[in-house]
């Protein structure tokens, strides 16, 4: 925790470091292949998976292998391609190489491959039950880190286990660090400033053509100009312009975004919450490895499994079978007793925000009630694969984030200029 913090990671709630690691330094994502990214599925869920249709085994079970696109994009393109809307577990990188699971609700409609240079879609059989988040387990992680210093690692693996659960760059907009400050407007139900935000809010690593952009589309009257002129990468805030431009209000403007990407708003806020969180813990010198009296926990039902959310017992819980949970800020946040209630509660009361906010009657589809996440990252079966580049390799449960235990394993002077 000695190591300077990047102002970008201070600016989304990551405060301090967990280990004393010096770091390697270095740079990931140089290329797709360097960051490589596989789904791990509950075993069970394959044992009545079948390459024929029948009346019990109805719904398509498909494995999607993408790169140098993001998850978002790659179903749009399914898509307009094949006539399926997919449905997938998780929200995967653009600059990677991954393989997902996905499902759809069109039974009838049922394709066994598409290759394009960017996308590999493949109907892996059939399944009787239909996949969901509960099938989910972790990600597997091989990734390469290229120009590190040779630094032993052993010190690293040492400390593994005391890395924080801290919400990634990416779940905030990664150099254009900005989803949850349109959340945060939006639980205000500042509509027309979370509008604004998306169009024109900059940070320095903006290019020029974009930060020219973003500086023209404060005036609603350049509008119809900068919608022919935007580039590729601008597609939200084109749907807005369009929106805007037909005169639609705040609310139905920012609803021409696709409600998956909307709800990511709501969420980075929790997540910019949740990460002060843990960073006010650390900073009082708290153990996030071990529950205490009043605080939450999950039961352990496996390596990658949190099973039911009660309260620590210090006579029967330990390490081995609990590990402390926190409670996400949403409109059933109750500020209990636990240390991690009494750093949320405190924190929302400096934001001016209440709990009941986070119901947004006038966009319910972005409510949120809440919800639960471990406090520790609970890594697992980190690896050393190569030294020079060096290549390591890790497991780690649904929702965490590889770039929260690469940023203790490189420290970067600049996240982004290091690829995260």
Same mark, same amino acid.
């Given at each position: 925790?000695?190591?300077?913090?990047?102002?970008?990671?201070?600016?989304?709630?990551?405060?301090?470091?967990?280990?004393?690691?010096?770091?390697?330094?270095?740079?990931?994502?140089? +290329?797709?292949?360097?960051?490589?990214?596989?789904?791990?599925?509950?075993?069970? /869920?394959?044992?009545?998976?079948?390459?024929?249709?029948?009346?019990?085994?109805?719904?398509?079970?498909?494995?999607?292998?993408?790169?140098?696109?993001?998850?978002?994009?790659?179903?749009?393109?399914?898509?307009?391609?094949?006539?399926?809307?997919?449905?997938?577990?998780?929200?995967?990188?653009?600059?990677?190489?991954?393989?997902?699971?996905?499902?759809?609700?069109?039974?009838?409609?049922?394709?066994?491959?598409?290759?394009?240079?960017?996308?590999?879609?493949?109907?892996?059989?059939?399944?009787?039950?239909?996949?969901?988040?509960?099938?989910?387990?972790?990600?597997?992680?091989?990734?390469?880190?290229?120009?590190?210093?040779?630094?032993?690692?052993?010190?690293?693996?040492?400390?593994?286990?005391?890395?924080?659960?801290?919400?990634?760059?990416? +779940?905030?907009?990664?150099?254009?660090?900005?989803?949850?400050?349109?959340?945060?407007?939006?639980?205000?139900?500042?509509?027309?400033?979370?509008?604004?935000?998306?169009?024109?809010?900059?940070?320095?690593?903006?290019?020029?053509?974009?930060?020219?952009?973003?500086?023209?589309?404060?005036?609603?009257?350049?509008?119809?100009?900068?919608?022919?002129?935007?580039?590729?990468?601008?597609?939200?805030?084109? +749907?807005?312009? /369009?929106?805007?431009?037909?005169?639609?209000?705040?609310?139905?403007?920012?609803?021409?975004?696709?409600?998956?990407?909307?709800?990511?708003?709501?969420?980075?806020?929790?997540?910019?919450?949740?990460?002060?969180?843990?960073?006010?813990?650390?900073?009082?010198?708290?153990?996030?490895?071990?529950?205490?009296?009043?605080?939450?926990?999950?039961?352990?039902?496996?390596?990658?499994?949190?099973?039911?959310?009660?309260?620590?017992?210090?006579?029967?819980?330990?390490?081995?079978?609990?590990?402390?949970?926190?409670?996400?800020?949403?409109?059933? /946040?109750?500020?209990?007793?636990? +240390? /991690?209630?009494?750093?949320?509660?405190?924190?929302?009361?400096?934001?001016?925000?209440?709990?009941?906010?986070?119901?947004?009657?006038?966009?319910?589809?972005?409510?949120?009630?809440?919800?639960?996440?471990?406090?520790?990252?609970?890594?697992?079966?980190?690896?050393?694969?190569?030294?020079?580049?060096?290549?390591?390799?890790?497991?780690?449960?649904?929702?965490?984030?590889?770039?929260?235990?690469?940023?203790?394993?490189?420290?970067?002077?600049?996240?982004?200029?290091?690829?995260?």
């Amino acid at each position: 925790m000695k190591s300077q913090v990047p102002k970008i990671d201070q600016e989304v709630g990551m405060k301090c470091y967990c280990t004393d690691f010096r770091g390697v330094g270095g740079t990931i994502k140089q +290329r797709a292949s360097d960051f490589k990214v596989s789904e791990l599925i509950d075993p069970t /869920f394959f044992d009545e998976l079948t390459k024929v249709k029948d009346e019990r085994h109805k719904f398509p079970l498909y494995v999607l292998e993408k790169n140098n696109i993001d998850s978002n994009h790659a179903i749009a393109k399914i898509k307009e391609r094949l006539g399926i809307s997919l449905r997938v577990l998780g929200i995967k990188d653009a600059k990677a190489n991954t393989l997902q699971y996905a499902t759809t609700d069109n039974l009838r409609k049922v394709h066994r491959l598409l290759q394009t240079n960017q996308i590999y879609l493949n109907l892996e059989g059939f399944t009787a039950r239909q996949l969901c988040k509960r099938s989910l387990l972790g990600n597997q992680f091989f990734i390469v880190i290229r120009g590190s210093q040779p630094r032993e690692t052993s010190e690293f693996k040492r400390e593994i286990k005391q890395v924080a659960n801290f919400y990634g760059l990416q +779940r905030f907009g990664s150099r254009r660090a900005v989803t949850h400050l349109v959340g945060k407007e939006i639980v205000n139900r500042n509509f027309k400033r979370a509008v604004e935000l998306l169009l024109c809010y900059t940070t320095r690593y903006d290019s020029v053509m974009n930060r020219e952009i973003r500086e023209k589309s404060r005036d609603s009257h350049n509008y119809s100009g900068l919608v022919k002129s935007m580039p590729q990468g601008m597609d939200l805030e084109r +749907r807005l312009m /369009f929106a805007a431009i037909d005169g639609k209000d705040d609310v139905s403007t920012l609803r021409a975004i696709p409600i998956n990407i909307r709800r990511l708003f709501v969420q980075a806020y929790q997540g910019f919450i949740f990460n002060l969180c843990l960073s006010e813990a650390l900073l009082a010198g708290e153990n996030i490895l071990k529950g205490r009296e009043g605080d939450l926990c999950f039961e352990m039902e496996g390596p990658l499994k949190f099973g039911k959310v009660r309260r620590f017992d210090s006579s029967s819980d330990s390490e081995r079978n609990t590990v402390p949970a926190i409670r996400l800020a949403g409109y059933a /946040f109750q500020g209990g007793h636990g +240390r /991690f209630e009494t750093h949320t509660k405190s924190i929302l009361k400096y934001e001016g925000i209440l709990a009941k906010d986070f119901y947004i009657k006038e966009m319910q589809e972005l409510s949120t009630q809440g919800g639960y996440r471990q406090a520790p990252l609970c890594s697992s079966n980190f690896s050393l694969i190569e030294k020079s580049p060096l290549v390591v390799s890790f497991k780690l449960p649904t929702g965490s984030y590889a770039t929260t235990l690469l940023r203790e394993i490189m420290k970067p002077v600049d996240p982004i200029e290091s690829g995260f």
